[in-house]
């Protein structure tokens, strides 16, 4: 059954080191999202695309992070350098645009755990 | 700026009693609202929405309720099950030129005891 996957799932790193999370969206989905959760600010959106296109990556800090769309199949997140207080949970979504008056689900995938030492 | 806001981190409910998980907003230009839940290692996942023309909508045990004057809006589960233990995010969402792009709360934590 369609789904976005996620890799890794768990990634435990020392400060400093670069970190790449990668996520494949549902095969014909044409947005996708990168999402932090943390205890403090829930869910944020960092970054997200349409048609491979960045649309928005205003919640991205830029010094440090960056986010690509290599292919429609793959879209990258990476951290370099990386601190401790980039330990979160890292989500990537995908799904269609909306319509006029209605909202098109975001799917999410199971998400990477990041722990910076 | 938390513009979406839910001020219960955690709720515990009897099983087969009403839950009801409440949310804010601060931004009056949201127009469509949803609801995610979330279990432990997995991805948020859809579970209902309104739209800001409704303030009302329901699907089987979840009812959301919008109101617009108080910028408000609450998922009542009723009756709860033990395997409705999750976390419950709030989400809003401004349509247009950024009608994809959500906003979410920080989250409930829902335990339905047995």
């Known amino acids: 059954d369609a789904r976005v996957t996620q890799t890794p799932r768990h990634k435990v790193t020392e400060m400093g080191q670069e970190v790449t999370m990668r996520c494949q969206p549902i095969?014909?989905?044409?947005?996708v999202f990168w999402y932090r959760q943390t205890m403090m600010q829930g869910l944020e959106l960092l970054a997200y695309?349409?048609?491979?296109?960045?649309?928005?990556d205003s919640g991205m800090p830029k010094d440090r992070f960056s986010a690509e769309m290599p292919d429609a199949t793959l879209a990258t997140l990476k951290i370099q350098p990386s601190e401790p207080r980039d330990s979160a949970v890292y989500f990537c979504?995908?799904?269609?645009?909306?319509?006029?008056?209605?909202?098109?689900?975001?799917?999410f995938g199971p998400g990477t755990r990041l722990t910076v030492l | 700026d938390q513009q979406v806001k839910q001020n219960s981190p955690s709720l515990s409910v009897q099983e087969g009693r009403i839950s009801i998980l409440n949310c804010d907003y601060t931004?009056?230009?949201?127009?469509?609202f949803l609801w995610y839940k979330k279990y432990p290692a997995e991805g948020p996942t859809f579970l209902i929405s309104?739209?800001?023309?409704?303030d009302k909508n329901e699907d089987g045990r979840f009812t959301v309720f919008l109101n617009k004057s108080a910028k408000h809006l609450s998922l009542h589960i009723v009756p709860s099950q033990p395997g409705d233990s999750a976390v419950y995010f709030c989400?809003?969402?401004?349509?247009?030129?950024?009608?994809?792009?959500?906003?979410f709360g920080t989250g409930t934590r829902l335990a339905v005891r047995p």
């Open positions: 979504a995908s799904g269609l645009p909306p319509l006029a008056w209605t909202y098109n689900e975001q799917f």
């Open positions: 095969l014909g989905h044409n947005t």
């Open positions: 695309f349409r048609n491979r296109a960045p649309l928005d």
């Open positions: 931004n009056s230009m949201f127009d469509y």
């Open positions: 309104i739209s800001s023309i409704k």
């Open positions: 989400a809003a969402s401004r349509r247009g030129s950024s009608g994809d792009k959500l906003t």
